[in-house]
């Protein structure tokens, strides 16, 4: 990037970090954490310009008020869960959003697999899988294949795994586009033949019912950390006006911050398939609210806050 660009996009914000002080300690660290990259950056392609002497200046009066107040630290983590990654998730909602439409398209491909060929759901779900559903349902219990294991044993172990598919899934990002599509495709092409199978044997509700009470969770953060994966592809594919290698460096920052971000929702999506998603038996309005509270949850945090708070950003600090 040519260095009267970089001075174009970020002197509004330099400015107004020098001349207006930050309301609270968290606000002070994260301006510090944004100058030090832009400092980095300006080292790295413009070491003896005046823009990086006039950089490292503002960077260590930051610095020095940063830690006079010890309290800078304290509360991080809540700001964290508070401010960061919702703007970060506002930020890649485009990105976001076109790995959620994708996984929707391939859901609807399995579904529309498993419907015109029988045979497709066991190539899916492995045959040991749906003879033991047929069983089940035969025996009038078709979600019984969530009682066998112990609930502590299952909750790990599922967490874990979600935990890793998810990484996986940010990780192969450094495949441009493949191998995280190869993810979401595998896990849409699950849902839908997994769906469908259910609706065929005629015991599609009570399935909705048991598996969308820790699914809406877990389904939602796998495409997350999709959409994670994709932003940092789209770093290394299109790096805009900055070098490849920067464009690269600060994609794959926020990509990991995003999946990071997502280690709550999995383990609480692993403690509610592995303690509550076997009661198949429990009331309508339980699993009702259950399931529309996670609903309500994912479309708030990911979706309408982020753009609220992305809002009130773009107001407190206009581009000029």
């Known amino acids: 990037m040519r260095e009267v660009l970089f001075l174009r996009q970020n002197q509004a914000k330099w400015r107004e970090y020098e001349s207006t002080p930050a309301r609270t300690p968290e606000e002070l660290a994260n301006r510090f954490i944004e100058l030090t990259d832009d400092l980095s950056y300006a080292r790295t392609f413009y070491p003896d310009s005046s823009t990086t002497a006039y950089l490292n200046a503002l960077t260590g009066k930051l610095h020095q008020a940063l830690y006079k107040n010890k309290s800078a630290e304290q509360g991080r983590f809540v700001h964290f869960w508070l401010r960061e990654l919702p703007l970060l998730v506002a930020r890649h909602h485009g990105t976001l959003g076109v790995a959620l439409l994708f996984f929707v398209l391939c859901t609807a491909l399995g579904a529309l697999s498993a419907a015109l060929d029988d045979s497709f759901v066991r190539v899916v779900l492995g045959d040991q899988y749906v ?30 795994n979600n935990i890793k598919v998810s990484l996986l899934a940010f990780a192969t990002g450094l495949l441009p586009g493949l191998g995280t599509g190869t993810i979401l495709f595998r896990n849409g092409m699950m849902l839908g033949a997994f769906q469908q199978f259910f609706y065929q044997k005629g015991v599609l509700l009570p399935s909705l019912l048991t598996i969308w009470i820790h699914g809406t969770l877990e389904i939602s953060a796998i495409v997350l950390a ?83 708070l992305h809002q009130q950003q773009t107001k407190a600090f206009p581009v000029s």
């Open 131 to 160: 003879n033991q559903t047929l069983a089940n349902i035969e025996r009038g219990d078709p979600m019984a294949v969530y009682k066998g294991a112990n609930e502590s044993v299952m909750f790990l172990y599922i967490t874990v």
């Open 226 to 308: 999709g959409g994670a994966g994709l932003v940092m592809s789209r770093g290394i594919l299109f790096p805009g006006t900055y070098a490849r290698r920067e464009s690269f460096r600060r994609a794959a920052r926020d990509g990991m911050q995003l999946v990071l971000g997502l280690a709550p929702i999995f383990i609480l999506a692993g403690f509610l398939e592995g303690f509550v998603t076997r009661h198949t038996e429990m009331p309508l309005a339980a699993s009702l609210l259950i399931i529309g509270g996670s609903a309500g949850f994912i479309i708030w945090y990911f979706i309408l806050y982020p753009r609220r």
